[in-house]
């Protein structure tokens, strides 16, 4: 129960620190003199080198025992390094974009592998863990929205700092490796073969890819696409409030949900109100609908991220569970957010809201088809664990 308090806690603060900065570090780019093209390209050059990256963070966390060092670091770098976001110069905020990515690209498959650990042995749920990042993120963003009508999106590298340190407090209270880790008790590349040589789950890869594409639009252009249409930064912190609150309900009742109808049919529902979700601002591009639309959110994004969380531990066995989580999260998170910041960037900059807004929802209903293949095979077929000798589904 006391690992339990301190992991919400971390979670709670690493929202807040998320939530304050991360909505607003687009339009702090801009502010500086940066493109939306030059934006996105940034980004997804620092994803794409944190991808890359991320095997040798897994190596040091499990070969040598260092999970929470890892942890930390993927916390206590980036908010260092945001104070640095004040300069002008392209090539300068590449670089120190791509360093804090590159660290913390580790922070959730890490910080997951201790909530999943300490939620199974306390006979918990992750996502009662989990809601409480929604609960900060909500917060932070309405919070960031307010600062920066009061002050000046420059510092908003402050409160930043501040909670990120109050999380890394958190951090330093965790065991040196959470239970149940197995990364290592065979090669990072056997169990990657392993994982992609199913044609079911490289579905599901397939279907997470485009659904989650998606979410650069919201993550990183929000802010800027809301002003385009007429909005204000303090309206569009209570947009941002509102899409992470509704993750909190979705989160604490997403076991429930998932044990009703099963983990494909809960992420292809995600997957579904995703299409909605962007339909609908496709329809009425105006600020109110953007901000109304936000409680779509966390019936999408909260229900479609633990359910896909809970199916890749689900079908892997012990051997590669952080294999598999890493997969997924580098395509979830690294890939698709590579091209979620390229061609949202590229399409907001060249065709305004209502072209990104359509682009993300074709994208949603053709991961939402490759979703419905894989709810139909789990119906046809008897599910098995995955077993060191190769998968089956």
Not at 211 to 234: E, I
Not at 309 to 330: D, H, K, L, M, R
Not at 364 to 377: D, P, Q, T
Request: charged share 10%; glycine share 10%; proline share 2%.
């Amino acid at each position: 129960m006391e690992k339990l308090m301190k992991l919400r806690g971390f979670y709670l603060f690493l929202g807040l620190a998320g939530g304050s900065f991360g909505s607003y570090l687009t339009l702090l780019l801009k502010e500086n003199g940066m493109d939306l093209s030059q934006i996105g390209m940034m980004m997804a050059a620092g994803t794409l080198i944190a991808i890359c990256i991320q095997p040798v963070w897994g190596l040091i966390a499990d070969r040598y025992n260092q999970a929470r060092l890892v942890l930390i670091l993927s916390v206590a770098v980036p908010a260092v390094l945001a104070a640095f976001y004040r300069f002008d110069y392209f090539i300068v905020m590449l670089l120190i974009y791509t360093v804090s990515t590159i660290f913390s690209a580790t922070q959730a498959p890490i910080a997951d592998s201790y909530a999943i650990a300490a939620a199974n042995k306390a006979g918990s749920s992750y996502g009662s863990i989990r809601m409480m990042m929604s609960i900060g993120a909500a917060v932070g963003a309405y919070a960031g929205g307010q600062y920066i009508e009061l002050f000046s999106v420059s510092t908003i590298w402050l409160p930043f700092l501040l909670l990120s340190s109050v999380a890394v407090i958190f951090a330093l209270t965790l065991p040196r490796q959470a239970e149940e880790n197995h990364m290592m008790s065979q090669s990072f590349s056997q169990g990657v073969k392993q994982l992609l040589s199913n044609r079911i789950f490289l579905a599901f890869l397939g279907g997470c890819f485009l659904v989650n594409q998606t979410m650069a639009a919201f993550g990183t252009y929000f802010v800027v696409a809301f002003q385009s249409v007429g909005g204000s930064a303090s309206y569009a912190g209570i947009a941002l409030f509102i899409a992470s609150f509704t993750n909190v309900p979705s989160m604490l009742y997403a076991s429930k949900v998932i044990r009703k109808l099963g983990r494909e049919r809960t992420l292809l529902i995600g997957a579904l109100i995703y299409v909605l979700r962007w339909g609908i601002q496709v329809a009425f591009p105006y600020p109110s609908v953007m901000i109304g639309v936000q409680v779509l959110h966390g019936l999408s994004f909260g229900l479609f991220y633990i359910a896909a969380v809970e199916y890749v531990s689900q079908i892997t066995s012990s051997e590669i569970q952080a294999t598999g989580q890493s997969v997924f999260n580098i395509v979830f998170s690294g890939f698709a957010g590579i091209l979620g910041n390229l061609l949202n960037g590229l399409l907001l900059s060249e065709g305004g809201v209502g072209l990104m807004n359509l682009a993300c929802m074709i994208s949603a209903a053709v991961g939402s088809l490759l979703l419905l293949y894989v709810a139909r095979s789990s119906r046809r077929k008897v599910q098995l664990p995955v077993s060191s000798n190769g998968l089956s589904l």
